[in-house]
């Protein structure tokens, strides 16, 4: 065999090809490898490419739901990791028992009619107050003095909250930009309160994304029947801020998914929602066992118990009978070993949550020391708590005479008390020996009890605090950096001129400048120059009547965002009035150059060269994976589109209803939606002394027909004589008279037949399947069938099966009937009795249709492009077929549809 090496392959195939190739002098051989050739061509196309695809096809789409899913996460996580809002110093009137922060929460819609609602909540969540805040969008310095009053009456009713309640903090829902009114407000009654302390309460905006799902829930309307919706709203915002992972968690307790309802990714509809779900409550496992579940809280507050579901070892079912248990029986659980002893908590669940259980002995109400177990408070698991007593004790040095044995926890307790003694340990040794003693290598463990020990149920989540300016843009406008950023093109609308006034150095330098033209004196500032003296124009600079000079121009964009542009970036030419280029309410393209965050604005440019950006300034960043080659033939294609020569569209002079001063494809698509035998004509690109004629003459087929005027005055009129192949009209009228309306009749004729189909615009397989479903039904009979053709407009096609092959023919539409193999049948009806008793007689050998001679009559599709090899046309012309293609059959059609072996006929 031959070396495949020594043969260079340009492809994959002819590599694998040249590994099967044998490289000898026989016509044997030959035709072997020609053989092998096509076992491989079939090997390669027909079943391992075809397989490969697939299966790339199926990686990539699995790969892609994978990173939505992904990136779903990631961001549900990100709202995990925030944490509650710190306690810091309670004040004094806060009772013992709450174990959060009080909170004052504030929700509003956008609709100015609809009242807002703010309510303070207890540091349990429990609701204390709330106020309905009628005037919460309108503004303390109003015009109005019946609004100023109303808003200052609702000032003094807040304070008064503020003062009775005292919240922690304060948080307004971040619904759209005007919650920075609210925030001002606010943040104004707290000045004005005169607080014991200096501590000022803070005043925070909140993503309402889950307290705005809350509040249309189910479970809201059941625990607070006749509260409205914002007000709802505002109880989820408050506990959002207290415990962000009850909120989240009895989002999956629902029915509803509302879980899903949350908009994490843009993508996120389209991968399957129960893997999305089951992602999702995996992170949320993780966190909640991470910050650990105060039991005895959880039980005692409905919003709160949710998140026992998610317990290690727990569930829905799991859950809900402890919560029973506990209902029933009153329990109150003290100590860990209880879930096993009085609340049927299974051992194997018991070893799986045991250590993510929180039981804080300060929120007993009676409570027996005996049964306190310090460690309870902690993520020691049970299964440790020897070594952690053991460690507490070598910490303090105690020896058996200083242990309390009436209190076992005591060591722990004055260790918790004292830990930095706990560094003094050797837990690496501590490890070592545990591991002698079969226990395995517990050198990790005991570095987490010590932690613990330090800090129990530490919280290392990121605490509530400000948003950053990136968060507060994308929240209050939508937009992300992938939405909008800098040199994003964007359509806005002008609002306004900004103009700069002189100032007093500035009035003192100017020089009035005189129009040589027009002899009138000019202001040196906003340019008015219709100032016949000069005292005129230093008396309008004086008393301030002029406005300034245009430094530019604002605009507001479809998103709300305000939009301003320099005077210099109106226009690549120089501009010195802005109204010369923009009008106020007129829409313009611009591109973006800068996006003000803290502003909430953007700098635009509308100048040409930007806008078109040829030199690439503004071009988006492409990755390692950007097709440039690819870039580059696009680019290459589109410049020599632009290059090739229009078509050309002669005006003509012409009065009549049916004449339009249109092209080619601009007829084309009037007559798509006109009805079937309509009519127009149009100037010819082949010169002024012809004419276009073009008419329906089925939904999808048009056909556009020459016109030779003779005997014209002059190049633009109308020619005293029009001809039609050799008929001769005199005047547009007539031609639609004798000539479109009869033929429009015989095409409505041939379609309104029975036997006539649409066969998407004559496809040859189409028609063979129909000929061949018809034949078996009938074999005795003869099926045929009309259709017309996109590619010969003016032409219908005659396909029957006489035996076994299917035969096409074509028929001609002709004013006085229909033209077949050479006789013109004035009816449908005597063509097809014609064609009945004439299909067997031999078809009559026409003149080749290489020694034709074009003439006048032509043809053209809508939707495909004219055929080439018969007629030679210029370039920028309007395409037509040649007559002889209206009154024979096409040989390119005959090699297309392959029918029986016959001579090129006459029609």
């Known amino acids: 065999k031959r070396n495949p090496s020594a043969v260079p392959a340009s492809t994959y195939f002819e590599e694998i090809r040249m590994l099967f190739y044998r490289d000898e002098f026989s016509m044997l051989v030959e035709k072997w490898n020609a053989q092998r050739a096509q076992a491989v061509a079939h090997a390669l196309m027909k079943v391992l490419y075809p397989q490969m695809e697939k299966e790339i096809k199926s990686k990539l789409l699995q790969e892609a739901k994978e990173y939505v899913i992904e990136s779903c996460v990631l961001q549900f996580r990100k709202w995990l990791e925030t944490g509650p809002y710190p306690v810091g110093q309670m004040n004094d009137s806060i009772h013992e028992s709450e174990r959060g922060p009080r909170v004052m929460a504030c929700a509003y819609s956008d609709d100015w009619n609809v009242s807002g609602y703010c309510c303070c909540l207890d540091g349990n969540g429990e609701v204390l107050e709330f106020l309905r805040l009628s005037s919460v969008h309108k503004r303390r310095n109003s015009f109005n003095e019946v609004e100023r009053v109303q808003k200052e009456e609702e000032i003094e009713k807040i304070k008064d909250i503020i003062v009775k309640r005292k919240p922690d903090i304060i948080v ?33 905006l909140i993503d309402p994304n889950v307290a705005r799902i809350y509040s249309k829930s189910s479970r809201a309307k059941e625990a607070y029947p006749s509260y409205p919706e914002l007000l709802l709203l505002a109880i989820s915002l408050g506990r959002r801020v207290q415990e962000p992972l009850h909120e989240f968690a009895s989002l999956f307790l629902s029915h509803d998914d509302e879980i899903l309802a949350l908009r994490m990714q843009v993508l996120q509809s389209e991968v399957p929602q129960d893997q999305l779900k089951q992602a999702l409550e995996a992170e949320l496992v993780t966190k909640i066992n991470e910050v650990g579940v105060d039991i005895n809280f959880c039980l005692e507050h409905s919003h709160a118990e949710p998140v026992i579901s998610f317990l290690c070892g727990f569930g829905p079912r799991k859950a809900s009978a402890l919560s029973k248990i506990v209902r029933q029986e009153n329990i109150q659980i003290q100590n860990r070993s209880q879930l096993v002893i009085q609340c049927s908590i299974g051992r194997q669940i018991f070893i799986n949550c045991a250590g993510f259980i929180k039981i804080n002995p300060s929120t007993f109400i009676l409570s027996d020391s005996n049964s306190i177990e310090v460690l309870d ?30 209190n076992p926890s005591a060591p722990v307790e004055d260790i918790m008390k004292k830990p930095d003694k706990l560094h003094d ?47 507060k843009f994308t929240l209050l406008t939508g937009e992300t950096p992938d939405s909008l950023y800098e040199g994003k093109l964007v359509t806005c609308t002008v609002t306004g001129i900004v103009r700069r006034r002189p100032n007093q150095m500035a009035r003192d330098r100017a020089n009035p400048l005189k129009n040589q033209i027009t002899g009138y004196l000019q202001c040196p500032f906003c340019l008015q120059s219709n100032f016949p003296d000069v005292s005129l124009v230093w008396s309008h600079i004086d008393d301030g009547s002029c406005p300034g000079q245009g430094i530019g121009v604002r605009t507001k964009l479809e998103n709300g965002l ?113 009805d079937q035998g309509e009519a127009i004509f149009r100037p010819s690109s082949q010169g002024y002394d012809r004419l276009t004629l073009s008419w329906k003459v089925t939904d999808k087929v048009i056909q556009h027909i020459s016109i030779k005027e003779e005997g014209k005055p002059n190049a633009y009129s109308l020619g005293k004589s029009l001809v039609i ?125 290489s020694q034709m001679r074009p003439q006048s009559v032509h043809g053209s599709s809508i939707h495909g492009t004219p055929l080439s090899g018969h007629v030679h046309h210029q370039p920028g012309q309007t395409p037509y077929t040649p007559s002889q293609w209206m009154y024979h059959t096409p040989p390119s059609v005959a090699a297309q549809w392959s029918y029986h072996p016959t001579p090129t006929t006459d029609d």
């Open 172 to 204: 307004v829902s971040a619904e759209s930009r005007q919650a920075f009114g609210i925030v001002d407000d606010f943040k104004s009654c707290i000045s004005e309160i005169e607080f014991d302390d200096d501590t000022l309460v803070p005043v925070e």
């Open 377 to 406: 408070n902690t993520r020691i698991h049970p299964e440790t708590y020897a070594w952690a007593t053991k460690m507490a004790v070598d910490a303090l040095e105690y020896d058996d005479e200083t242990g309390d044995d009436s």
């Open 425 to 471: 340990l050797d837990l690496d040794a501590f490890a070592v020996e545990l591991q002698r003693r079969g226990c395995g290598n517990k050198r990790a463990t005991l570095y987490n009890i010590r932690d613990e020990l330090f800090a129990p149920f530490k919280d290392f989540r990121i605490p509530f605090g400000s948003m950053s300016l990136e968060e």
């Open 562 to 674: 305000s939009g301003f542009i320099l005077t210099k970036n109106l226009s690549d030419k120089q501009v010195h009035v802005p109204e010369e280029r923009v009008q106020v309410g007129m829409t313009i393209h611009c591109r973006i150059l800068t996006v003000n965050l803290d502003k909430f604005s953007v700098d635009l440019t509308c100048r040409s060269s930007d806008l078109a950006d040829k030199q690439g300034r503004f071009s988006i960043p492409r990755d390692m994976y950007f097709d440039h080659a690819a870039a580059d033939v696009d680019r290459k294609k589109e410049e020599a589109n632009q290059q090739k020569p229009k078509q050309k569209c002669i005006k003509r002079v012409i009065v009549h209803p049916s004449f339009m001063n249109v092209s080619f494809s601009e007829a084309d698509k009037l007559l798509s939606s006109m």
């Open 725 to 849: 192949g050799d008929e001769e009209y005199e005047d547009l009228d007539e031609i639609l008279a004798r000539y479109v309306q009869p033929l429009a009749a015989n095409a409505r004729e041939i379609t309104s037949h029975k036997n006539y189909r649409e066969a998407n615009g004559g496809d040859r397989k189409y028609l063979e399947k129909l000929l061949a479903d018809e034949k078996a039904r009938n074999p005795k009979r003869i099926p045929y069938f009309f259709s017309s053709t996109i590619q010969y407009p003016g032409k219908f096609v005659l396909a029957y099966q006489p035996s076994i092959r299917p035969k096409i023919e074509f028929v001609t539409l002709l004013p006085e009937g229909f033209r077949y193999r050479g006789q013109v049948q004035n009816s449908i009806g005597q063509l097809i009795n014609w064609f009945k008793e004439h299909y067997k007689d031999p078809i009559r050998v026409s003149k080749p249709m």
